[in-house]
Nanobody, 126 residues
Framework: QVQLVESGGGLVQAGGSLRLSCAASRRTFSTYTGAWFRQAPGKDREFVAAISWSGGFTNYADSVKGRFTISRDNAKNTVYLEMNSLKSEDTAVYYC???????????????????WGQGTQVTVSS
């Protein structure tokens, strides 16, 4: 079992930045693929970004490429999402997720992940 706790959400103006953190409860988290998904009101949950266990591979949704950066610090059992040039359409609840058995080519699918955080709200005002 892995418990994930997100932090760093909040209210920001359009064009601003936020950094989300996802802290894992388990030291073996360093062997897990990590990812962020988001869900806006009235919409389905969607993929944002993923990072391989080593941090050597990353994958981004087209809507955030060039603006968001996913990273990890395995010594701290933490995955980060740096969000820049935020837009009103980035407003959503952001969820951290992880799993040990993700097929990298499918890392954008939420069905690949068993462990989820409770979510953190990001609101971008225009």
């Amino acid at each position: 079992q892995v418990q994930l706790v997100e932090s760093g959400g909040g209210l920001v103006q359009a064009g601003g930045s936020l950094r989300l953190s996802c802290a894992a409860s388990r030291r073996t988290f360093s062997t897990y693929t990590g990812a962020w998904f988001r869900q806006a009101p009235g919409k389905d949950r969607e993929f944002v970004a993923a990072i391989s266990w080593s941090g050597g591979f990353t994958n981004y949704a087209d809507s955030v490429k060039g603006r968001f950066t996913i990273s990890r610090d395995n010594a701290k059992n933490t995955v980060y999402l740096e969000m820049n040039s935020l837009k009103s359409e980035d407003t959503a609840v952001y969820y951290c997720t992880a799993d040990r058995s993700v097929s990298w080519g499918q890392s954008h699918r939420d069905s690949e992940y068993d462990y989820w955080g409770q979510g953190t709200q990001v609101t971008v005002s225009s």
